[in-house]
């Protein structure tokens, strides 16, 4: 399958040495998006969350970001938006396991500073899962370039797909996953979204949703 049966006609491509941009108006829309989201998320001020401060009375207490934690949660939630949206127009299957691993760290730096046990401990089990999966990944990657001699999505779309291309396809999906967090390893990501800090938690969520969505499209890319 090529890119104008997935995401229209072809707009145009950015070459940086071996590497090639290839935009259409699919991958175009997805980017523009994200660096959308990430320049609110920029000029965004935290809310102040409210949570109970005993059980079953009415008394309340605030939680609050200080400043030292606001701009470093602002900074690294910058730089996710960023990676995630190179992710979207990158047309090397490389570059888009490194842009995936770079969100999947940058996701465990906006909860780092948080001073709550459960956040930290679910970023910590997110992490042993992100590095786990970071094998498949990657190893998917290099499976597929042994295979065909090629990471550029733009020559293998235009390929058939080989046992070991399925084989590392299939690889590379797991490791997916386990980088962006979705089922069935969710459960080791959930509590990171009780942290406060709305703005910075929304990249969090939509890293993963346009990792999976441009993973779908690379994956079709690929095997069919």
């Known amino acids: 399958m090529d890119f104008v049966t997935l995401g229209g006609d072809l707009l145009g491509t950015i070459p940086l040495g071996d590497i090639v941009l290839y935009i259409n108006p699919f991958n175009l829309f997805l980017f523009a998006v994200l660096l959308g989201f990430t320049f609110l998320i920029a000029i965004s001020k935290p809310e102040t969350q409210v949570e109970a401060s005993k059980f079953n009375t009415l008394g309340v207490a605030e939680v609050k970001v200080d400043e030292k934690e606001f701009r470093q949660r602002r900074f690294l939630s910058i730089i996710c938006g960023i990676a995630s949206a190179g992710a979207m127009i990158t047309g090397d299957l490389f570059n888009f ?57 733009a020559v293998l779309s235009q390929m058939p797909a080989s046992p070991m291309v399925v084989f590392g396809a299939i690889l590379m999906l797991i490791g997916i996953l386990g980088e962006s967090g979705v089922a069935p390893f969710f459960a080791s990501k959930a509590e990171m979204f009780r942290t406060p800090g709305s703005p910075f938690i929304v990249i969090i969520h939509l890293s993963s949703l346009f990792i999976i969505v441009r993973a779908v499209e690379i994956l079709l890319l690929v095997l069919w």
């Open 97 to 153: 396991t490194l842009f995936m691993a770079l969100v999947g760290i940058l996701n465990i730096g906006i909860v780092s500073a948080v001073k709550q046990t459960s956040v930290l401990n679910s970023a910590f089990n997110y992490g042993l899962i992100a590095m786990m999966c970071s094998l498949p990944l990657f190893g998917g990657a290099a499976i597929i370039l042994a295979s065909t001699g090629t990471l550029s999505l």
